[in-house]
């Protein structure tokens, strides 16, 4: 029976009967069975119209006068399901109720209760009736609202973190998002502490096993339903209900009145009018409590809420099932939120770990893997559609290769993408002493995953011209073959894999992502194919990159450069910066670097002295053009977004 009927403890609370003087005389384990209605009866056969969670009303007239017929009046009603019988004194019984019927009501769990004050009972019913009504009514008011405000949440695409706060807010609850691996994917503690919420989840909640695809565990006090749609379920959605806990939020059921009993007398009954130290107050008083018999479901209202929130989740599945999974999206927020400080590293900490990811106590190094370009159709990539389509679909494909080298190099770590063009990952090691061990490991799985993905094509042979041996053909292209520059570069090398240094604590975990993302960034310019680059593989260029935002290179390439970058704004046409470029790139030497220019000597050379003239320098000094030749990487460097 839902729990929206009040209990007879909350009856017997009502103004109305204790106006009426109630005393308990048996049953007072029943005391929190809920009231369906009440039924004022008169005759001793009225079980059998009655259908259960009833609370009778008499006076006792029409009872029998044996003792065997009050016993099988009390069975009856017993048997039947009625919540309590409450009989007005004075009329058939004019001091107590018989022992008897006291006796089989206690035996059965059957609350009965003396009026000793006559009391009009179209006054009790009334009062009843009104509050089941308005529970119900409060009840239906609550479901409108979880229809309206999960169907807001769906047309807008809300994020999964945002569904679950919607459902805890609504609840009152904590709720939690997990997912068929027992992993936690999004959370609301409803206030309560998280940490002893999500410790040890995954053991929790494989202890929790509701039968049907929505039910309650009351053992473990959880309410539970299936996220999945059309055959595929990828989750579960639990909401937390321990039985007999009060619903105080917006929208729920508003809490009663408690009424406080004292345990029967077996001497004597209770009197429950006592006044302050032995009666049932009027208002407020403790929560009542749920007691042996009790149907301890959780509201109707609550298994709406949670069924709207999986359908709500679902939903949204649907609609980004070509983006990246949901697991990969809680990665993302976790590493985002490192690298901005828009979360306590603590929550990061213990989000991560409901996630199946330890990072407390752990040695931390960011990796950062891109492509070596930017344009999808460059630098080793597999297709020529260029766009951000292309884009977008290059990454979660490079994102999937990160993952599953991680897996298969057996490293735990979260990992995602962390701008347009790059994947993260935040390795969590032992100790240290693994630190190279594991990069090692990773660049080789994320090598060979990618020649799985994308394998070298070998070079058609070229038709043999009529006449011609096809064995020498053959020959060729084993010669061919064999030759290391003849055959198709793989894709492992158009990847830059880069690492940060190792840090002790999550605090400093930012510290080491964005490093390795300066250095991912610094390594483009380097054409050498290393596994994985670290700080001493970037050199100077490396260098100037890691300090492109700090003002005072910024100063030098405007004191060194300033000049020529002026110029060529006014003289697009000339362009002499690439002149400079070109002069400095070929260590001063002239010939080449004209020819580099595709210039012819003359010009060339009077372009350098149009560069000497506007630069105020003598572009025959060693240390004038080294000067320049760091003001122009230190450009470079500055201008990488």
């Known amino acids: 029976?839902?729990?929206?009927?009040?209990?007879?403890?909350?009856?017997?609370?009502?103004?109305?009967?204790?106006?009426?003087?109630?005393?308990?005389?048996?049953?007072?384990?029943?005391?929190?069975?809920?009231?369906?209605?009440?039924?004022?009866?008169?005759?001793?056969d009225i079980a059998t119209l009655l259908r259960g969670g009833e609370l009778v009303l008499t006076t006792g007239i029409g009872l029998p006068a044996d003792d065997a017929g009050l016993r099988a009046f009390i069975g009856d009603l017993a048997d039947v399901g009625?919540?309590?019988?409450?009989?007005?004194?004075?009329?058939?019984?004019?001091?107590?109720?018989?022992?008897?019927?006291?006796?089989?009501?206690?035996?059965?769990?059957l609350p009965l209760v003396e009026l000793r004050r006559a009391t009009p009972f179209v006054r009790i019913t009334e009062a009843v009736h009104a509050l089941i009504v308005d529970a119900q009514l409060t009840e239906l008011r609550a479901t409108e609202e979880i229809h309206q405000r999960f169907t807001e949440l769906s047309v807008e695409g809300a994020?999964?973190?945002?569904?679950?706060?919607?459902?805890?807010?609504?609840?009152?609850?904590p709720v939690v998002l997990e997912n068929l691996s027992r992993q936690v994917l999004a959370y609301d503690p409803a206030g309560e502490s998280a940490e002893l919420l999500l410790d040890g989840w995954e053991q929790h909640s494989r202890r929790i096993r509701p039968a049907g695809r929505t039910a309650y565990d009351p053992d473990s006090g959880w309410l539970v339903t299936t996220v999945g749609a059309r055959g595929q379920d990828w989750g579960r959605l639990l909401l937390r209900w321990p039985a007999g806990a009060e619903l105080t939020t917006r929208g729920a059921v508003p809490t009663r009145a408690g009424a406080h009993l004292e345990p029967v007398d077996t001497a004597g009954a209770t009197d429950l009018a006592a006044g302050p130290t032995g009666g049932i107050p009027v208002d407020g008083g403790p929560a009542p409590h749920r007691g042996p018999g009790t149907d301890a479901t959780p509201p109707t209202r609550l298994t709406i809420l949670i069924?709207?929130?999986?359908?709500?989740?679902?939903?949204?599945?649907?609609?980004?099932?070509?983006?990246?999974?949901?697991?990969?999206?809680?990665?993302?927020?976790?590493?985002?939120?490192?690298?901005?400080?828009?979360?306590?590293?603590?929550?990061?900490?213990?989000?991560?770990?409901?996630?199946?990811?330890?990072?407390?106590?752990?040695?931390?190094?960011?990796?950062?893997?891109?492509?070596?370009?930017?344009?999808?159709g460059e630098g080793g990539g597999s297709g020529s559609d260029t766009g951000p389509d292309a884009g977008q679909a290059r990454l979660r494909d490079l994102a999937e290769a990160v993952g599953q080298a991680l897996r298969e190099a057996k490293l735990t770590a979260l990992t995602s993408a962390v701008d347009d063009q790059a994947v993260g990952a935040l390795l969590a090691l032992p100790d240290p002493a693994a630190e190279e061990k594991a990069l090692a490991a990773f660049a080789a799985a994320l090598?060979?995953?990618?020649?799985?993905?994308?394998?070298?094509?070998?070079?058609?042979?070229?038709?043999?011209?009529?006449?011609?041996p096809a064995a020498r053909t053959v020959a060729a292209g084993a010669v061919r073959a064999a030759d290391p520059a003849s055959r198709p570069r793989p894709a492992g090398p158009a990847l830059i894999v880069a690492a940060g240094s190792g840090v002790g604590s999550l605090r400093e975990a930012r510290r080491s992502l964005v490093e390795a993302r300066q250095l991912a960034e610094a390594a483009r310019r380097d054409r050498r194919d290393l596994p994985y680059f670290r700080?001493?593989?970037?050199?100077?260029?490396?260098?100037?990159?890691?300090?492109?935002?700090?003002?005072?290179?910024?100063?030098?390439?405007?004191?060194?450069l300033g000049g020529l970058l002026a110029y060529d704004?006014?003289?697009?046409?000339?362009?002499?910066?690439?002149?400079?470029?070109?002069?400095?790139?070929?260590?001063?030497?002239?010939?080449?670097?004209?020819?580099?220019?595709?210039?012819?000597?003359?010009?060339?050379?009077?372009?350098?002295?149009?560069?000497?003239?506007?630069?105020?320098?003598?572009?025959?000094?060693?240390?004038?053009c080294l000067s320049l030749h760091v003001a122009l990487l230190a450009l470079d460097a500055v201008r990488t977004p």
């Open 159 to 173: 994020e999964p973190a945002e569904v679950v706060r919607q459902a805890a807010e609504l609840a009152g609850c």
């Open 447 to 468: 090598r060979r995953v990618r020649l799985d993905a994308d394998p070298p094509r070998p070079p058609a042979p070229r038709s043999t011209r009529p006449g011609e």
């Open 569 to 624: 704004a006014q003289h697009p046409r000339e362009q002499l910066l690439g002149t400079l470029r070109a002069y400095l790139e070929q260590g001063r030497n002239k010939s080449a670097a004209a020819a580099a220019a595709h210039l012819s000597r003359p010009a060339f050379y009077e372009r350098l002295a149009r560069i000497g003239r506007i630069l105020e320098v003598d572009l025959d000094s060693v240390e004038a």
């Open 535 to 560: 700080l001493p593989h970037v050199g100077l260029a490396g260098l100037l990159h890691l300090l492109r935002d700090e003002p005072r290179l910024q100063t030098f390439v405007e004191r060194e």
């Open 82 to 109: 009625v919540s309590g019988l409450v009989v007005e004194l004075g009329r058939r019984y004019v001091s107590a109720v018989p022992r008897v019927m006291a006796a089989a009501a206690e035996r059965r769990g």
């Open 307 to 376: 069924e709207r929130a999986a359908s709500t989740l679902a939903l949204g599945r649907l609609i980004r099932r070509d983006a990246e999974g949901l697991e990969r999206q809680i990665h993302r927020t976790l590493l985002t939120a490192l690298i901005d400080h828009s979360r306590p590293v603590d929550e990061v900490a213990l989000r991560a770990k409901a996630l199946g990811v330890t990072l407390d106590r752990r040695h931390l190094v960011g990796v950062v893997v891109r492509h070596r370009a930017d344009d999808p």
């Open 1 to 44: 029976m839902s729990p929206v009927f009040p209990t007879v403890r909350e009856v017997l609370a009502l103004v109305p009967v204790r106006h009426g003087a109630p005393r308990l005389v048996a049953g007072d384990a029943g005391l929190d069975r809920p009231v369906r209605w009440v039924h004022v009866a008169e005759v001793p």
